[in-house]
């Protein structure tokens, strides 16, 4: 944990960013203002620093307690399936590094963060305002719940695969809100983007298939 305080931005931090964003592009990432999020929020600081090396290498990585940081692309192909405005009030469900939420924040979003892990929510919440990401709110508790005194959102972000589509969350969403989740069992998910039409009703479309560790109840 101590090494937030040792580590710096550096031009060859920088430069590394540069190449992932091409690479991304070549992997059909079209959104810019996407792009240039993720070119933006330092990604080394929210890693272990046995793998600072492969900080921007467009692969997943150990976080603690069984978690993972996404692979940029990932983080990148949710985020623009998200399709987030200035402003949007988003409910991210699963904090971990907090690498995504940076990016959501970088975007102009007022981002609403809850994790279960408790070691993870206590790690994140100390490195974001360290980031100038400070305006987050975060939350520790079950994703599965939500945080409704602060519902509707405009967007959910699911950062875990869950096997349900929780009916829960998207009675949280506003009318023409958007969710995306990872949906099916811990060996693969189906990307879903939901899009509430009405109080009642809402319209699934599928955006490939993913692998990401599993959705769970409750906290620890």
């Known amino acids: 944990m101590h090494q937030f305080n040792l580590m710096e931005d550096s031009y060859r931090h920088k430069g590394l960013r540069r190449k992932l964003i091409e690479d991304l592009r070549v992997k059909?990432?079209?959104?810019?203002?996407?792009?240039?999020?993720?070119?933006?929020?330092?990604?080394?600081?929210?890693?272990?620093?046995?793998?600072?090396?492969?900080?921007?290498?467009?692969?997943?990585?150990?976080?603690?307690?069984?978690?993972?940081?996404?692979?940029?692309?990932?983080?990148?192909?949710?985020?623009?399936?998200?399709?987030?405005?200035?402003?949007?009030?988003?409910?991210?469900?699963?904090?971990?590094?907090?690498?995504?939420?940076?990016?959501?924040?970088?975007?102009?979003?007022?981002?609403?963060?809850?994790?279960?892990?408790?070691?993870?929510?206590?790690?994140?919440?100390?490195?974001?305002?360290?980031?100038?990401?400070?305006?987050?709110m975060f939350f520790f508790g079950d994703g599965y719940q939500g945080v409704p005194p602060y519902a509707p959102f405009d967007k959910i972000l699911i950062t875990a695969g869950a096997a349900e589509l929780p009916e829960k969350l998207i009675s949280q969403l506003k009318i023409g809100g958007r969710m995306v989740i990872p949906h099916g069992d811990n060996k693969s998910q189906t990307m879903k983007l939901i899009v509430k039409t009405s109080e009642n009703d809402y319209e699934v479309s599928t955006h490939g298939n993913f692998l990401f560790v599993p959705m769970l109840k409750g906290t620890e």
């Open 28 to 136: 059909g990432i079209k959104d810019e203002r996407v792009l240039d999020a993720i070119g933006k929020v330092p990604r080394h600081i929210f890693m272990d620093s046995s793998f600072i090396n492969f900080s921007y290498k467009d692969q997943a990585f150990p976080i603690g307690a069984g978690q993972t940081i996404s692979q940029p692309y990932t983080v990148a192909f949710q985020t623009a399936l998200l399709e987030v405005s200035m402003m949007d009030k988003v409910l991210e469900i699963g904090t971990g590094s907090g690498y995504q939420t940076a990016v959501l924040v970088e975007m102009g979003a007022k981002v609403y963060s809850i994790e279960r892990q408790r070691e993870l929510y206590l790690k994140a919440q100390s490195t974001l305002p360290r980031l100038g990401y400070g305006k987050a």
